[in-house]
T-cell receptor
């Protein structure tokens, strides 16, 4: 029972590089979410998706791109990484009752 | 008014103590309420949903007060393993699956 997985778990990159964080869930949940968590800000929603090929912006979408060609996958791309995007990134999926289940997170450092 | 507001703590309590956390939310039309638990550097995990009539799960009791727009979490007979950050989570946008997370209340249980 894999649930929801994220890869890589740790990533160090340089300013200006493109980075893609992967998220995969095995529950066939319709909704998927990307959050970032920083000290002093708590969890902030970056993007979410209600179904394959349907995505929408959250609270802090600038500098990020998402896609969802398959229900089970929801990759997050940083097109040109900046130091301010150093954070812990969590992916989540949700059943119809709004309960969200989180992946283990990706710790991203942008140098 | 902040959308979902919690006292950041930390709450320092001895083992066996009873401790309560409150959380206020801004949208009176909110329909879904949860408490999540987050251990240091780990993903948030669902502790319990909060129902209108209040609900209990072992040592944990959650209550909702719609008139005053707050939810509460009561932990009885605290254990060392209860030490964590507790996140108040609310579906502020009725009809959508996005959730708004409070910044969390830190609980430290000491021997």
């Amino acid at each position: 029972d894999a649930g929801i997985t994220q890869s890589p778990r740790y990533k160090i990159t340089e300013t200006g590089r493109q980075v893609t964080l992967m998220c995969h869930q095995t529950w066939s949940h319709s909704y998927m979410f990307w959050y970032r968590q920083d000290l002093g800000h708590g969890l902030r929603l970056i993007y979410y998706s209600a179904a394959a090929d349907i995505t929408d912006k959250g609270e802090v979408p600038d500098g990020y791109v998402v896609s969802r060609s398959k229900t089970e996958n929801f990759p997050l791309t940083l097109e040109s990484a900046t130091r301010s995007q150093t954070s812990v990134y969590f992916c989540a999926s949700s059943d119809e009752w709004h309960t969200q289940y989180f992946g283990p997170g990706t710790r991203l450092t942008v140098l | 008014r902040k959308e979902v507001e919690q006292d950041p703590g930390p709450f320092n309590v001895p083992e066996g103590a009873t401790v309560a956390f409150n959380c206020t939310y801004s949208n009176s039309a909110s329909q879904s309420f949860f408490w999540y638990r987050q251990d240091c550097r780990k993903e948030p995990k669902l502790l319990m949903s909060v129902y209108s009539s209040g609900n209990e799960d072992g040592r944990f009791t959650a209550q909702l007060n719609r008139a005053s727009q707050y939810i509460s979490l009561l932990i009885r007979d605290s254990k060392l393993s209860d030490s964590a950050t507790y996140l108040c989570v609310v579906n502020l946008n009725s009809g959508y699956s996005t959730l708004t997370f409070g910044k969390g209340t830190m609980l430290l249980v000491s021997p």
